[in-house]
């Protein structure tokens, strides 16, 4: 009820929505740092994604608005969309879209897409989801979905961020998962989460990279190293870790999955950087 009447009690907005966009409401925002926050916004009923796509977003704020690509960081089953933004100084989007309150509208392209899908991946018992920054927005999302637990026996999300208070987020969502009446059983089982920071003092200090070259992220885990035979790997991030994980992996024999082809990992890029 409250929902509908802060709808009709909406301004027009200032330009019509362009066609193929769902124009959806903001119901909360969460600032963490400086250069991060987190929103909720209404869910359109006739939208479907798999946990760990991305959207393009927007502002109804020009008659051409910018969109940027978004992973969606709620589970597929959510009656919301959350999503975890950085925000740049000068940015054409996240300039405008840090200042959202509830209430407010933003436009949604409709079609989803994203190679961090489970189905992109071949059967294995062990997933790692590789995150730096706001990279750990789809892996948000998949470690959320009950189908992550059902196709692996461990789960092993890493965040590495610069400070201690960029980690916050991945914290709390860790924290609500294994809360969560649909998948807390089953992720207290299984998901090891392993947060790093890099500039600043916290309880394990380092990038992903070095601690897979050390092997002290396997220690920390109680595993073995990898092994492209039963791990499988997603990984999200600056470009530069992508790039360093990708030519690691393939030198010890992974091979990169797509949709129409599952392999041993797949990786994209956390885009508004
Ligand atoms: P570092 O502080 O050593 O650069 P950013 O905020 O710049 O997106 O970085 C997020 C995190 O990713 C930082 O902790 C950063 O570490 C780390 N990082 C940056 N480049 C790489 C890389 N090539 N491999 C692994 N981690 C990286």
Redesign the pocket.
Known sequence: MRENSMVEERLPLPFPIPPGVFAETVTEVKHYTS?LFQFRMTRPRSFRFRSGEFVMIGLPNAEKPIYRAYSISSPAWDDELEFFSIKVPGGPLTEHLQKIVPGDTILMRKKPTGTLILDALLAGSRLFMLS??TGIAPFASLMRDPETYEKFREVVVTH???ERA?LAYGYETVAKTLDDPLVGDEAREKLIHFP????EPSQTVG????KIDDLSLFRSIGGSPFNPEHDRVMIC??M??L???KSKLEGMGFTEGSNSSPGQFVIER?FV?
């Open positions: 250069r730096t920054g590495t961020c610069r960029e790093t920071t890099t500039r990038r992903i990279t070095d991030g600056s530069a870790m790039q360093e994980l956390a950087d």
